[in-house]
């Protein structure tokens, strides 16, 4: 395939991540609102051009007061830093179908270079005849290195909330004609 404009299709997208609570459980939570621009060869991501923008009050935890204490100046401040942003820098082959993709990751006004791990799923045509490519992707980040530090340490020893931020995309690609 040649390097094409893929629109990502939200309703079969998903952003989710996990983080340490209590360090004995994960908490999981997921962004409903986020958009991307993908210039891309499916088959050949190398030269990819990747951008991700996540509304941050799209968070969802499945609890609705820890997401406004997440909105919240404790945390990502959202009416100040409303989005979280992805640029892609590099993408490297690993293997079949695998990738590395380095970017720009903005959070909380701080922006850092992040490597992710990626994986083209496949690609076809739905009944409707659009053409359609899949991929995933998962890597961590540290909260604390964009400035989201707010934590409690624990009676027994150590701290209500993990550092570490595992990260998990499901994308579902629209060519763009």
Do not use: C
Request: net charge negative.
């Amino acid at each position: 395939m040649a390097k094409t404009i893929w629109a990502v299709d939200p309703t079969h997208s998903g952003i989710d991540f996990s983080v340490k609570h209590m360090m004995i459980a994960n908490v999981k939570g997921s962004f409903h609102s986020f958009e991307a621009s993908i210039n891309a060869d499916p088959e050949d991501l190398t030269t990819a051009e990747i951008e991700f923008n996540i509304d941050v009050d799209s968070i969802d935890t499945r609890n609705k007061d820890r997401d406004a204490h997440l909105r919240s100046a404790d945390f990502f401040d959202a009416e100040k830093y409303p989005k979280i942003q992805f640029k892609s820098t590099g993408v490297k082959a690993t293997g079949d179908g695998e990738y590395d993709v380095t970017g720009d990751v903005t959070i909380h006004g701080v922006t850092r270079s992040e490597t992710f791990q990626v994986t083209f799923e496949g690609a076809g045509k739905d009944p409707w005849g659009n053409e359609k490519a899949g991929f995933s992707g998962k890597g961590k980040i540290k909260r604390s290195d964009f400035g989201l530090t707010y934590n409690a340490v624990l009676e027994a020893g150590g701290v209500l909330i993990g550092d570490e931020i595992k990260i998990s995309l499901e994308i579902e690609g629209a060519k763009q004609a």
